[in-house]
């Protein structure tokens, strides 16, 4: 394992772009980023209808760039014009590349490997865009989306987007709760969904969760189910339907239908460490724009690259970069069914040196779980074909981002920690890996056309000051933003674009270093203010997760008679460590070491394992109502998207007897 920075002050730390990956890259310096930054600040007009006329294929063209701004929440791109995002991520590419792979798909079993070419993909989201048709979708209608992370998900969400209706993926780990409070907001009378998935060697019972659901959503007609385990379901033959079979009936050529730039794409509900789930909506021209672009540049993904992100489909991480991004560009896009300990430790990096892969993506969550295991587990495969290592959900604790650097990478890899969030539809503050010198811990500097600034989280007043700290907001539209929260636009003004007027309100907390670069330092709900010093979770979790016995950490703020807060730590240890006193005391020392003396937490609770959502984010909302003892069901709120339920009765019961 490798040293832990005790009192250093990271922002010093300064790691230079790789020489192998700016070679050939687009933006191979960081002049060169500064030179297309500041033209796509000041010139908003001209960079973004470059952009949409370089990276979109139109059927008309659009006749204003932009309308609308952030204090009205009226914004708009490209008005207009009209464009098919099925027909510019498959269509156009098929005269040069039709026998090109588009997707590579690797099932849970690593023996279960499948390549889609653009050609195979085109016909599967023919057949099934008539089939729905066939059964009456229609343009503005909603289609619910409930299948593990397989080609047939990205068949769906193009079929969807072929023929102008509005995807709502629904994650497949999501239970029966989740999905009924998303296919009623969405009023979705289409279903499609799978026998089971398979995760980790177990199936999931995905149909049968459907079935329950539809049991309580009765105005859902049709559910349309791709086999792909084959395994033991119910069928109801008035409303099921067997999607392979009902497709191979209907004609491979399905036209696309004329979208307006504003029409809505997809409606995608947040994961909900924050409360009830919101439903943001995307819109055609200006979501696909933003993907494409940063996929592009984030990645620097060239045409003979093998790029794989890991995430699920369920997410906005699937959505803009293993489907619309990727497609958009005529990409080979991977997609994973499995987990990364399944079969053991080492499935990423064996599937890396089998794929060749040139780009991988994952989360923070994953780094830290892999990284208990023994380098070995890495070394053992040949990871040579690696250009870009890519973050995303979370801050990466600077402990994580090396070891991502030094093991997976081997030194020779950019690493690009990418902050953003659904309703930004891309990266927002990113490195681009040939031009930007990274820090670990730092998202680094902000995308093209997105313009920063930090507020006084009380007063709301601007910080000028380059070295500042305070809530992160942006202070103009950008095409990739989402357009409202379904059917509550004044939910969407009320939690965006009221708390700071005038400003774009991300919710994050955020410093600002010497050299202009940007620190998330986690939510600002979640900053803790100990006698009178605002602490951001992610500082005081990376202090922990410094020291060697520290798998992850959570820190949480609650009520202190002298210091207004006190801090409490939820950890989780690494192997061969155990709950005694002077695993404590070390860790309160790290905390101490590195931060200072008043950081120091007041309490640290061992825990097996924390409460996170779905999509691998620690839950510190329900830690906090653990910790103030307010854990009856309604007091805890909804807890449909956490991931391991049981975390939550182990701490209630742990804190109580603490
Ligand atoms: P909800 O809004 O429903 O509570 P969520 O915010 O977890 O859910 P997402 O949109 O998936 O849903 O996540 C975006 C958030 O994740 C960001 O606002 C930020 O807090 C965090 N995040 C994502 N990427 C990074 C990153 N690279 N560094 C720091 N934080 C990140
Ligand atoms: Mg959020």
């Not at 008005?79 to 026998?99: A, M, T």
């Not at 026998?195 to 659901?213: Q, W």
């Amino acid at each position: 394992m490798m040293q832990n920075n005790m009192n250093v002050d990271e922002s010093l730390y300064i790691i230079q772009p790789p020489q192998r990956v700016s070679d050939g890259s687009y933006i191979n310096s960081i002049e060169k980023y500064k030179e297309l930054y500041n033209e796509s600040i000041n010139s908003p007009i001209t960079f973004w209808g470059e952009q949409a006329n370089k990276f979109l294929t139109w059927f008309s063209p659009f006749t204003d760039v932009s309308i609308g701004n952030l204090s009205q929440g009226d914004i708009g791109w490209f008005l207009n014009g009209k464009l098919n995002v099925s027909y510019n991520c498959i269509d156009r590419h098929l005269q040069e590349n039709r026998d090109k792979v588009a997707i590579i798909f690797e099932g849970d079993e690593p023996n279960r490997v499948q390549k889609i070419t653009y050609y195979e993909l085109y016909l599967q989201v023919c057949r099934l865009a008539n089939l729905l048709l066939s059964l009456g979708v229609k343009k503005g209608d909603t289609v619910a989306i409930y299948l593990p992370n397989t080609p047939d998900a990205i068949y769906s969400m193009l079929a969807c987007a072929r023929i102008g209706a509005v995807h709502s993926v629904i994650f497949g780990g999501f239970g029966v709760e989740a999905i009924i409070s998303r296919i009623e907001d969405s009023h979705s009378k289409i279903i499609i969904t799978a026998d089971e998935g398979m995760r980790g060697g177990r199936s999931i019972p995905l149909k049968k969760n459907i079935d329950s659901a539809v049991y309580h959503c009765k105005f859902v007609e049709k559910v349309l189910v791709f086999k792909n385990t084959g395994g033991n379901i119910q069928w109801n033959a008035e409303k099921d339907l067997w999607a392979q079979e009902a497709m191979q009936e209907q004609r491979p050529y399905c036209p696309p239908v004329q979208m307006d730039s504003e029409d809505p794409l997809f409606l995608l509900y947040t994961s909900g460490s924050t409360g009830k789930p919101k439903g943001l909506l995307h819109t055609q021209a200006g979501y696909l724009l933003y993907a494409a672009m940063t996929h592009r540049y984030v990645f620097d993904y060239r045409d003979s690259d093998i790029y794989a992100c890991v995430a699920d489909v369920g997410w906005i991480t699937g959505h803009s970069y293993i489907v619309y991004g990727p497609l958009c560009n005529g990409a080979t896009t991977f997609i994973f069914e499995g987990t990364p300990m399944y079969p053991n430790a080492s499935r990423y990096w064996d599937m890396i040196e089998r794929h060749r892969i040139t780009q991988f993506y994952t989360a923070p969550t994953a780094i830290r779980s892999l990284m208990k295991f023994s380098v070995d587990m890495v070394e053992k495969h040949d990871r040579s074909s690696l250009r870009v290592l890519g973050s995303v959900g979370e801050p990466i604790n600077p402990e994580a981002w090396r070891w991502y650097n030094q093991y997976v990478g081997q030194g020779q890899c950019a690493i690009v920690d990418t902050y953003w969030q659904t309703e930004t539809g891309g990266h927002i503050i990113t490195p681009l890996p040939g031009a930007t010198p990274t820090k670990p811990g730092s998202a680094t500097l902000p995308f093209f056309g997105i313009q920063l600034a930090i507020l006084d989280p009380q007063t709301g007043q601007l910080q000028e000051e380059t070295k500042s700290e305070g809530v992160l907001v942006l202070t103009q539209p950008w095409p990739g933003m989402a357009r409202t929260i379904y059917k509550s636009h004044s939910r969407y003004l009320d939690t965006y674009m009221r708390p700071y007027p005038g400003y774009y309100f991300t919710g994050d907390g955020v410093s600002r270093d010497q050299d202009g670069y940007y620190w998330i330092s986690g939510r600002v709900d979640d900053v803790i203010n100990v006698s009178g010093h605002r602490l951001g979770t992610a500082e005081l979790e990376s202090a922990l997760v410094g020291c060697s016995s520290c798998a992850e950490a959570a820190v949480i703020g609650y009520p202190h008679d002298i210091k207004g807060q006190g801090i409490l730590a939820f950890v989780t240890l690494k192997h061969g460590y155990q709950e005694d006193e002077q695993t404590i005391t070390l860790l309160k020392m790290e905390v101490r070491n590195t931060i200072g003396a008043f950081a120091t937490p007041d309490r640290i609770i061992i825990t097996p394992s924390l409460p996170k959502t779905r999509s691998g984010k620690i839950m510190r909302r329900i830690l906090r109502k653990i910790a103030s003892n307010e854990s009856s069901p309604e007091q805890l709120g909804d807890l449909s998207t956490l991931a391991e339920p049981e975390t939550v009765q182990y701490l209630i019961n742990k804190v109580k007897s603490n």
